[in-house]
């Protein structure tokens, strides 16, 4: 599977302002995964990114991504839907939200849900554990141990491929470094 990673460009300081009011959301390059109960509960290349006035950022997963036969309903309100988390002898409540129907700046936000970090055993984003919450790509370039598949081509002739290698960038750019023959 080739897929070409096309991201918005990072916003200017004029629209940051407007990151600490109201909702941004964007797509993340990151593979993201989330452990309940020693069991994969999340696992997804298509996650987004949310930030939400008073409150830290969040990762939303598509449902297709989500083992939802692990989430019981627990609550339904005017517009949010609520699950507890249910593995083996183990449950958390309230562990997952979603929107019944986003709208204006959350309407991206359809057919996704999210789970509250501290509900969860364990997050990864590519093969890294991430403790506290999603780290802020604005902020921050980091290098991550990836498992992912790596495939350069130019015009269709493979010029690299590899089954392994690191993954570093921020919200402006991902690159992967290729470890060189020894």
Known sequence: MTETLARPVAPAAEERARLKEGVHIERSSRRVRTYFGNKLIAD????LLVYETKRPPAYWFPIADVRMECLEQSQQAEDTIRWHLVVKDR???NAARAYLKP??????LEGHLT???????AWFEEDEQVFVHPRDPYTRVDTLHSSR???VEIDGDPLLYSEAG???GSARALRV???LPV
């Open 44 to 47: 997804s290349e298509h996650v």
């Open 91 to 93: 449950i958390t409540h």
């Open 103 to 108: 709208a204006g700046h959350r309407a991206a």
């Open 115 to 121: 789970f509250y970090w501290d509900q969860m055993d």
């Open 149 to 151: 598949h790596v495939r």
């Open 166 to 168: 690191r993954a570093h």
């Open 177 to 179: 470094c290729h470890p």
